[in-house]
């Protein structure tokens, strides 16, 4: 491909990537999961007790998931505590991992899991959910499959994967366009599907594939560190 | 053997991961284990057509036909016959409730008691924030009940208290176990091990509890380790 980006990748390389397990002593099961400079952190504890009751279920337990940027991960402080965004974000982030695992051993109990942008640099919820997959996996969750996630982007007319903040705010062109998605590793299912700009139907099809691709190799990553923690 | 967790010690005999070299791997929730028709799923796994699947992460084992993932992380969670070691949270007309770090809450009923107790007394036998090391009797969906009628169960007094990780706990009672064992036979101290990861030690001086503290501590730290008691036994050497 002839066409670099401004980092050197060219159009379909994810940036570095690097995962570790077990960064949170104190928790039942944590994870880190970097992408070039977005930084994210998973803690997972649980499966607890319910409170408030009426949000019990007899039938299976919950998961609860809340994601939150730290006050200093972005160049302008973010005023902590929770705002519009944090609270869809949480929600898109708990139905993207909710059909992977399987809590009906747990009846009315909650699985809770805490995100935290540490750093942020485009892609925050995308790297939310890897790290959130991966600590549920270290906290022995009963799961179908890992979840993968990755936003796949366009600039001008180009399809992208992984955007950065800088090509993320992109105005040249067609304008911006970030297509974040998640899915069970290894199948076909897509747990999280948005899409925030303007895109040609036809296009949809090709930016499926390279996620694909994309998550294939995080889902290598995320497998090795999982069981590098134990191979020492 | 002066210390009274023999008693324990057989029941947790199943959950013993063996020292003895056995084909084990690392696997992630959905990674195949084997594949083909001659295989039972075990627990931690599933099938899916042709394949063994994990469905969650630990160690791999097949033994004989069947096939399972042992835990190596997360939370406890409470089997029946476990020994539990919890701290009393209320006082009801009818017993004690006991948190044991899980999530279903955990109840002493006052028949347990070994005498005779007036329910306007119940704080004279186990009062609010005692540590209590109990077996667990039944579990329903309403909760665990809790049994005391046994050897070296009931009310922990003086000693200490320090938690290690749950899934780490066959590792230091050992095979038939040794390794609680030794420690026990080195360091002169009264111990017993909780499922739910908490640890109780009482022994003459506060060294010999100390010491007995940091073994276990080494057993927690390097449990992939193979032929640990051996390894233990040479450390209590040096120290």
Redesign the interface.
Same mark, same amino acid.
């Given at each position: 491909m002839a066409m670099k980006r401004k980092d050197g990748r060219s159009l379909t390389d994810i940036r570095k990537m690097e995962a570790k397990v077990g960064v949170i002593p104190n928790a039942d099961g944590s994870a880190m999961f970097k992408m070039g400079d977005t930084i994210a952190i998973a803690a997972v504890y649980g499966p607890k007790h319910l409170h408030p009751q009426h949000m019990q279920n007899p039938q299976t337990g919950i998961l609860r998931c809340s994601y939150d940027l730290m006050s200093f991960s972005v160049n302008d402080r973010k005023k902590p505590g929770p705002s519009r965004r944090s609270q869809e974000l949480s929600k898109v982030t708990q139905w993207a991992l909710e059909p992977a695992i399987d809590l009906q051993d747990f009846p009315s109990t909650v699985v809770d899991v805490t995100i935290q942008i540490i750093q942020a640099d485009a892609g925050t919820r995308t790297a939310g959910i890897n790290a959130a997959s991966l600590a549920l996996a270290h906290a022995g969750i009963p799961m179908k499959n890992l979840v993968c996630s990755i936003a796949i982007g366009k600039l001008d007319k180009d399809i992208v994967v992984d955007l950065d903040k800088s090509e993320e705010d992109f105005e040249g062109g067609e304008g911006p366009t970030d297509f974040p998605l998640a899915k069970l590793a290894n199948t076909d299912q897509y747990t999280l599907v948005q899409l925030d700009g303007k895109i040609q139907p036809d296009k949809v099809k090709e930016v499926l594939k390279l996620a694909d691709d994309a998550c294939a190799k995080i889902y290598e990553i995320q497998k090795n560190a999982l069981k590098e923690i134990v191979e020492q | 053997m002066d210390t009274n967790t023999e008693a324990h010690e057989a029941e947790n005999q199943e959950d013993v991961q063996s020292e003895e070299p056995k084909k084990r791997r !690392?696997v !992630?929730?959905?990674?195949v284990i084997v594949s083909g028709e001659d295989f039972l799923p075990g627990e +931690?796994t599933r099938r899916e057509g042709n394949d063994v699947l994990a %469905?969650? *992460? +630990?160690?791999a084992e097949e033994s004989g036909r069947v096939v399972k993932v042992l @835990?190596?992380? +997360? @939370?406890f969670i409470p089997r029946r016959n476990n020994v539990v070691i919890g701290r009393i949270s209320q006082i009801t007309s009818n017993g004690w409730v006991v948190s044991i770090d899980? @999530? %279903? %809450?955990a109840f002493i009923p006052i028949d347990e008691s070994p005498r005779f107790i007036n329910k306007s007394e119940m704080d004279q036998f186990l009062d609010v924030g005692d540590a209590v090391a109990a077996k667990i009797w039944s579990m329903g969906?309403r909760g665990i009940d809790l049994a005391l009628k046994s050897r070296g169960l009931g009310k922990l007094d003086g000693g200490f208290l320090f938690r290690v990780i749950p899934?780490r706990v066959p590792r230091v009672i050992g095979r038939e176990g040794s390794m609680i064992n030794l420690i026990k036979e080195k360091t002169g101290c009264e111990i017993t091990v909780g499922q739910n990861g908490w640890i109780w030690i009482k022994g003459k001086d506060i060294e010999s509890q100390i010491k007995a503290r940091k073994a276990i501590e080494m057993v927690t730290d390097k449990i *992939?380790l193979s032929g640990l008691t051996d390894k233990m036994e040479a450390w209590f050497a040096d120290n």
């Open positions: - | !690392v !992630v929730p959905g990674e +931690g %469905s969650r *992460y +630990g160690l @835990a190596i992380t +997360g @939370a899980c @999530a %279903s %809450s969906p899934n *992939y």
